[in-house]
């Protein structure tokens, strides 16, 4: 009977200590950094005032107002320029720890060059990283989305090797005029969809059809760019505050369509993904030789006398390596991937040896790129962990598009889905993630798809010139996320919505 009574004891004493030392996989764990994400050319507006210089977005919306959805352009957009004061009241609401926000190149530099610092353009970046400050929030520094200069492009743009020393002078400017107060800094922001979308297929500014090749040089000489801004920051300005700077690729999910198709899934991930990460995150440095092998393969099979990967020197692939202090990671969807053969009639960059579709089951946002797939996002949170040695992940976007409205319960159950898969990546498979950010704080101009494509917890009226900021549903969800550190079930709600 004693002993009897001692082992329902010592049970029910296992199972209240397991109670309160079992891992909570909805809470977030200590120190982790919850924020939102947005970028110059999206919100600030004020395209030709205080002096700015004209960027290729300035350009391109002007010039071929057809390539976007809605003829619009970046004009005005959310009018940050002048409204930032209430953009920082609408975060310091949601109590985030971090805004990660982008500088515009031609506000600082009007001439593109750093013969000639705008004094105005720069206050408006002080201004608001004070007002960061002063409400306990941290500000996230992107130095580079997408917008240089118009006068580059018309040398070239990312196709002239010079671009590396140019920017390099730009961010040299910026980390010694911002550097005192900015904790974290990220050098480019999504490398290859600006060199796939900008210089092929002229879905983005600068709006260039220069084929694969165009693509390749765009991406060697951003991957030198990034290397050398990691240098002079490390080298120059780290000390100020001891700070943090990394670079931000987007890496979609690959779900094998055939089971077992690993392969399939790898070398979606070394083409896409790979392409820049291998160069600074691996142990070895330069392009993934999968990927090396496959262009030279294809380029001699083509005729050309050498392979249409540009070459790294053993110094730049030395410079190169090691120069991001976290991944940082922009992911909104995922794909089914399988390995085709090359058909005789194509053309050898057609080839990339593996074909991407969509289960048509996925539920679907209002961008056609984008399917609602959790488990592809704790996927690729893992091949990452996996392939470099478990880095600091950043996750610096994830978010969810729609075409209207402030009862925006798909976007909830789209980022609480997300962020669920996240936590099962932190505790269940040790995946070192740091930081989530949601694209985006508020409606904004969504590149091609100008405003008819919605991503903000914030609905911005986009024909009121006041530019009437409305929060959604979806702020109030992640203002109590972020109060309680928590996923909360009570905001549970069915995944499967088509819209
Ligand atoms: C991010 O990129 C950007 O950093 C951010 O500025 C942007 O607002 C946000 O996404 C939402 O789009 O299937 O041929 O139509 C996401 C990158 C954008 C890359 C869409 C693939 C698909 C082009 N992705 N793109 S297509």
Request: with cysteine; hydrophobic share 35%.
């Amino acid at each position: 009977m004693a002993s009897y009574l001692f082992l329902r004891v010592a049970v029910s004493f296992i199972f209240i200590v397991t109670y309160i030392f079992a891992t909570d996989t909805s809470s977030f764990p200590k120190n982790f950094l919850l924020g939102t994400s947005s970028s110059a050319y999206q919100i600030e507006g004020a395209w030709n005032e205080s002096d700015k210089g004209e960027s290729i977005w300035d350009w391109w919306t002007h010039e071929n107002p057809n390539f976007i959805s809605d003829g619009s352009n970046g004009d005005v957009a959310c009018d940050s320029f002048h409204k930032y004061k209430e953009d920082v009241k609408l975060l310091n609401d949601l109590k985030v720890d971090f805004y990660r926000f982008s500088i515009s190149w031609s506000r600082i530099l009007p001439t593109g060059y750093a013969n000639v610092i705008n004094q105005e353009g720069l206050n408006y970046y002080k201004n608001l990283i004070d007002e960061l400050l002063a409400n306990g929030i941290e500000p996230f520094v992107t130095l580079y989305h997408w917008d240089h200069p118009e006068i580059f492009e018309r040398m070239g743009g990312w196709t002239n090797e010079m671009m590396v020393e140019w920017i390099s002078d730009y961010a040299r400017i910026v980390f010694k005029e911002l550097s005192p107060k900015v904790k974290y800094f990220a050098t480019l922001n999504e490398p290859n969809v600006l060199c796939e979308e900008g210089y092929e297929t002229k879905i983005k500014a600068p709006g260039k059809n220069l084929g694969s090749p165009g693509v390749f040089l765009c991406m060697h000489n951003m991957l030198k760019a990034h290397a050398k801004i990691y240098h002079i920051y490390d080298e120059e300005f780290r000390k100020h505050r001891n700070g943090t700077i990394g670079i931000v690729l987007p890496c979609s999910g690959a779900l094998p369509k055939y089971l077992n198709d690993t392969a399939a899934v790898d070398m979606h991930f070394q083409f896409k993904c790979g392409w820049i990460a291998h160069a600074i995150f691996s142990n070895t440095g330069d392009y993934p030789q999968i990927m090396k092998s496959h262009v030279a393969e294809n380029s001699k099979l083509a005729g050309y006398p050498r392979s249409l990967l540009p070459e790294l020197s053993s110094e730049w692939v030395q410079y190169i390596k090691g120069t991001s202090d976290f991944f940082g990671l922009n992911h909104y969807s995922t794909w089914l991937v399988e390995t085709v053969p090359r058909t005789k009639e194509q053309e050898w960059y057609a080839y990339s040896g593996v074909k991407e579709s969509r289960d048509p089951s996925w539920p679907k946002a209002a961008s056609k790129w984008l399917n609602v797939v959790p488990s592809g996002f704790r996927e690729i949170i893992n091949k990452i962990a996996r392939e470099y040695d478990n880095p600091p992940i950043y996750i610096l976007e994830n978010g969810f598009s729609d075409r209207c409205c402030t009862f925006d319960y798909l976007r909830i159950s789209y980022l609480h889905s997300y962020i669920k898969a996240m936590l099962l990546a932190i505790y269940e498979d040790g995946c070192n993630v740091q930081a989530y950010s949601v694209w985006s704080l508020l409606d904004n101009f969504e590149w091609s798809a100008g405003y008819t494509e919605r991503f903000g917890l914030i609905h911005v009226n986009f024909t009121d010139s006041n530019r009437k900021r409305t929060p959604k549903w979806s702020m109030d969800w992640y203002k109590d996320v972020i109060a309680t550190r928590k996923l909360n079930f009570t905001w549970e709600l069915p995944t499967i919505i088509h819209i």
